[in-house]
């Protein structure tokens, strides 16, 4: 069990560029899970898939964002002309059944 | 939708004393996990403990107890005999429960914990 893995860890971009983030989820994890998470604040989900199929978005997830989880391994999130209310910590969780999460170290985006 | 209240922003405790973390939370779910998460500074989310709903009796492991009150929905975490390590950011987290897996969990704001020599 090597863990949940996140890179980058941490991301400083200007504002209107692109950004893509990967996760690689704990192997034999079914369950993937993107959360964001700003200073002082609670994670907030921002979108999960089982195997290669994404179940649920948040409306959070503007059309700027998307995410995607090819052949149920790996993920990315990408965010399109980000903007500084994009500056945030991006974690990403994975679980196997009804267990509990586990989260990666997560990547931080600055905006400049 | 649920929602997770942590009334407590910030909390310090003497090394080897014990202390207790508040969270309520609303909802109309009837199977549901509730968690509590510690992000220690710069470092990675992990489990405390879970608690299922279903089940009447407290969860503990090790110095972490919950004291879990379903009827008034409120989920207090207990530390005992606090230690430098636990110097931390604690979450509480609401999941509900489908048979198909687990699903997103919701967080409360947070309460910091700083435990003192």
């Known amino acids: 069990d090597t863990g949940v893995s996140q890179d980058p860890r941490h991301k400083i971009t200007k504002r209107g560029q692109n950004v893509t983030f990967r996760c690689d989820p704990i192997?034999?994890?079914?369950?993937l899970y993107w959360y964001r998470q700003t200073l002082g604040q609670g994670p907030e989900f921002l979108t999960y898939?089982?195997?290669?199929?994404?179940?649920?978005k948040s409306r959070l997830l503007s059309d700027r964002f998307s995410a995607e989880r090819p052949k149920g391994s790996f993920s990315t999130l990408e965010i399109q002309r980000t903007e500084q209310g994009d500056s945030a910590m991006y974690l990403c969780?994975?679980?196997?059944?009804?267990?509990?999460?586990?989260f990666g170290d997560g990547t931080r985006l600055s905006i400049l | 939708a649920q929602t997770v209240t942590q009334s407590q922003p910030e909390m310090s405790v003497q090394e080897a004393e014990t202390v207790t973390l508040s969270c309520t939370y609303d909802?109309?779910?009837?199977?549901?996990?509730l968690f509590w998460y510690k992000q220690p500074p710069s470092r990675q989310m992990i489990l405390v403990i879970r608690?299922?709903?279903?089940?009447?009796q407290n969860a503990t492991e090790n110095r972490f107890s919950v004291n879990f009150q379903k009827a008034a929905k409120s989920f207090s975490l207990k530390i005992s005999d606090s230690q430098l390590g636990d110097t931390a950011m604690y979450f509480c987290?609401?999941?509900?429960?489908?048979?198909?897996?687990?699903?997103?969990?919701?967080f409360g704001k947070g309460t910091k914990l700083t435990v003192n020599p």
């Open positions: 969780a994975s679980s196997l059944g009804a267990q509990p999460q586990h």
């Open positions: 192997s034999e994890h079914n369950r």
């Open positions: 898939f089982q195997n290669e199929a994404q179940l649920e």
């Open positions: 909802t109309s779910e009837s199977n549901y996990y």
């Open positions: 608690q299922e709903a279903y089940k009447q």
């Open positions: 987290a609401f999941m509900k429960l489908l048979t198909g897996g687990s699903e997103k969990l919701v």
